[in-house]
């Protein structure tokens, strides 16, 4: 069977979570992350998303009201992924997590592109995102190759001019 490739402009669209607590869930996409609340079905789904999208994330608890996160060293979500169409608004993200009191569990320059990695409030994996133009991209022998550098802290912050990454950095490091 020969497989055809699929059309560059393919992508992902929305990810859907099982979650145990609506309002918290809600609580944390809106009101830390910054998505816009679209529509909300009482105690049992919402959908958020940015621009205007009819839904980037969707939150359910139609099998999960009340329960636990999966268990370490089982099969399941790993992480999804946010990406930020600037540099810039990735910063914005991070700052937003810092005024919110949110922790993150690590960063890295993947070269390809720089990432933030935390959980939300249910234990769902998550990478926020700012992809480097494709020109940029690392290679070696024609192949991509990834790194895992540490990330540019200073550097990423220095994007938001109304603010010094020297407000935010003793903030930052007491959660990484």
């Known amino acids: ?3 055809t490739p699929l059309p560059a ?8 979570l099982k979650v145990a607590d609506l309002d918290r869930s809600v609580h944390f996409y809106h009101e830390i992350l910054g998505f816009d609340l679209v529509t909300r079905f009482g105690t049992q789904a919402a959908f958020l998303s940015a621009g205007g999208y009819h839904h980037h994330i969707g939150l359910n608890t139609w ?3 009340g329960g636990s996160p999966p268990a370490r060293g089982t099969t399941g979500l790993y992480h999804f992924a946010i990406n930020y169409p600037t540099r810039r608004d990735l910063a914005v993200a991070l700052k937003r997590l810092l005024d919110g009191g949110w922790g993150i569990d690590g960063a890295s320059d993947h070269g ?3 990432a933030i990695y ?9 990478e926020l995102a700012w992809d480097r133009d494709p020109s940029e991209w690392p290679q070696v022998n024609g192949s991509l190759t990834f790194s895992r550098k540490p990330l540019d802290f200073a550097g990423l912050l220095a994007e938001l001019e ?10 930052l490091f007491r959660y990484t």
């Open 118 to 126: 935390l959980h939300d409030v249910d234990g769902n994996g998550i």
């Open 162 to 171: 109304e603010q010094t990454a020297a407000d935010y950095l003793p903030r």
């Open 63 to 65: 099998e999960s009201q």
């Open 9 to 16: 402009e393919t992508r992902i669209g929305h990810v859907h």
């Open 1 to 3: 069977m020969t497989s």
């Open 112 to 114: 390809t592109h720089e």
